[in-house]
């Protein structure tokens, strides 16, 4: 079985096999047109703009491969790690879905040359429109990637702060006025009303300006700083949106086909169901 890997990949013929990776999404050279997808699997590239409205095949072969290290796996954690890579590895820990939480501080990083590098650097938060308006945090240099992933409409980063324990304070605060999770139902059916996100950024500024200011008292008035961004739009390559949304699922089928009629956020949405690639990172699979 092929390792996952991140190296550069090669063009992919008609049929190819290998793990799974995350779709990759990227802007498209003109602004009104779609994002541009490419299926990743084991070395290999798909072009899958091209490929919508065309009959697609994935089989899953039973097998899993460790993203980091390889080994095979008989059950894939936190998007595709063995278990001793869950246990072991920083990126798997709970702080970094709970950033507020973080502990290297403490002495308990598990990866301390791991967290100075990815959780000691600049943050985002921003406003997103992917099934209605949220709140969300990343890493400065994953813009737009994070809202691509998302499968957002809009997006409008509103704040830089320092570290990423900052901007998971900063989040909590806005968690209590805007939720900060997509209704992947929602935004897979494509009912998404488009919003004045700087409208919605200045009522949030109001409302949140106490707890703003008590952030800025606890880590310094330079660790938070107001963005003055225009809002990004983004278009997705979709035919048709399911009226009803039927999952598909390798772990209960090994073979997911039909024609391919969109892709949206990390989902290929096929006539037969939708499916969420990131979900199964690691998956060998066949693609044809």
């Known amino acids: 079985m092929r390792r996952v890997t991140n190296d550069v990949f090669v063009p992919a013929p008609s049929s190819v096999n290998g793990c799974l990776q995350k779709m990759a999404?990227?802007?498209p050279s003109r602004q009104d047109d779609n994002v541009v997808y490419h299926l990743r699997a084991g070395d290999h590239r798909m072009p899958l703009n091209e490929r919508i409205g065309e009959h697609l095949r994935l089989a899953w072969?039973?097998?899993i491969a460790c993203t980091h290290c390889g080994r095979a796996t008989k059950k894939s954690f936190a998007q595709g790690h063995c278990y001793p890579c869950f246990k072991r590895l920083a990126?798997?820990?709970t702080c970094i879905m709970k950033p507020e939480t973080c502990h290297y501080h403490q002495g308990t990083c598990r990866e301390p040359e791991w967290g100075e590098k990815h959780c000691f650097q600049p943050h985002i938060v921003y406003l997103a429109n992917s099934s209605g308006l949220k709140v969300g945090i990343t890493r400065k240099t994953q813009m737009p990637t994070r809202w691509l992933d998302q499968g957002a409409i809009q997006?409008?980063?509103i704040l830089e702060v320092n570290t990423r324990q900052q901007s998971g304070f900063v989040e909590?605060?806005?968690k209590e006025q805007v939720a900060d999770?997509?209704?992947w139902r929602a935004m897979l059916k494509g009912d998404v009303e488009p919003l004045d996100l700087v409208a919605e950024r200045d009522r949030l500024f109001d409302l949140l300006a106490d707890g703003l200011g008590q952030l800025r008292d606890l880590h310094g008035a330079d660790?938070?700083?107001?963005l003055d961004e225009k809002p990004l739009d983004f278009h997705y390559p979709v035919l048709t949106f399911p009226r009803k949304v039927v999952s598909h699922n390798f772990?209960?089928?090994?073979?997911v086909e039909g024609v391919l009629q969109g892709v949206k956020g990390q989902y290929l949405m096929f006539d037969s169901g939708v499916i969420n690639l990131r979900k199964f990172t690691g998956y060998e699979i066949s693609i044809a």
């Open 155 to 157: 997006a409008l980063p």
């Open 181 to 183: 999770r997509t209704n």
């Open 172 to 174: 909590m605060l806005f």
């Open 91 to 93: 990126q798997c820990d």
């Open 25 to 27: 999404a990227a802007m």
């Open 251 to 255: 772990d209960k089928q090994s073979l």
């Open 223 to 226: 660790a938070i700083r107001t």
């Open 61 to 63: 072969s039973g097998a």
